[in-house]
């Protein structure tokens, strides 16, 4: 079946420092979508992208839906511990026509003490 | 408005055992997906149920089902429970049929089969 690959797979970071993640599929998508779930929490939308090439921020989040469609980033400037939690990307195929999403296996944001 | 409400919250069971988690979605929302997450798995999508009928069905064995009542609240069960069952359940809604765009998910099911 398809699968997207999400990178890295988790990060240890710093207060203040920016944070990118991206990722890739092998067949074209219409849709990326950027999800944050907190530790005992559901998944939260951050950020959805409908065109190729289109850069949309959500205040420090800024995402990208790269021009292949195959591909998309999320990147967060100046990270504060509030940022911590596992960031997911989903994206709905092309091809696809139940509109289903896949998803990634997620980014596993961590904050160096 | 109120999110979407899962229950039970936590829960423990034996294999061979049997379990139905239930998903009440955002009033209005017709839709409810189903979603398994394991760690390092992401989500793994089981059903989706849009005016009591399933929609779509992900890659899972038969002992794993579903239903949505006319309020469009929506149950899963998973029968002769296996170890590898153990996992966060997630239920989502959403106004309309299919995944695009948001999807409002719940705080999730964490079962654990022993």
Aim: proline content about 5%; charged content about 15%.
């Amino acid at each position: 079946g398809q699968q997207l690959n999400q990178s890295p797979q988790s990060m240890f970071i710093q207060e203040g420092e920016d944070v990118s993640m991206n990722c890739t599929s092998s067949s074209i998508f219409n849709t990326w979508l950027w999800y944050k779930q907190d530790p005992g929490e559901g998944p939260v939308l951050l950020i959805a992208l409908y065109k190729a090439g289109e850069l949309t921020s959500n205040g420090r989040l800024t995402a990208q839906f790269g021009i292949t469609r195959k591909d998309s980033f999320l990147n967060i400037s100046a990270s504060i511990p509030s940022d911590v939690g596992i960031y997911f990307c989903a994206g709905q195929p092309l091809m696809d026509s139940n509109y289903q999403l896949i998803w990634g296996a997620g980014t596993k944001l961590i904050i160096k003490p | 408005k109120a999110g979407v409400t899962q229950t039970p919250r936590y829960l423990i069971k034996t294999r061979g055992q049997q379990v139905t988690l239930s998903c009440s979605p955002i009033s209005g929302h017709r839709s409810v997906s189903w979603y398994q997450q394991t760690p390092g798995q992401g989500l793994q999508f089981l059903f989706e149920y849009f005016s009591e009928t399933q929609r779509n069905k992900g890659n899972f064995p038969g002992r794993f089902s579903g239903r949505q009542f006319s309020n469009s609240r929506s149950e899963m069960n998973v029968s002769t429970l296996e170890l590898g069952d153990s996992a966060l359940y997630l239920c989502a809604s959403n106004p309309l049929a299919g995944s695009t765009g948001e999807l409002f998910f719940g705080e999730g099911s964490r079962l654990t089969v022993l």
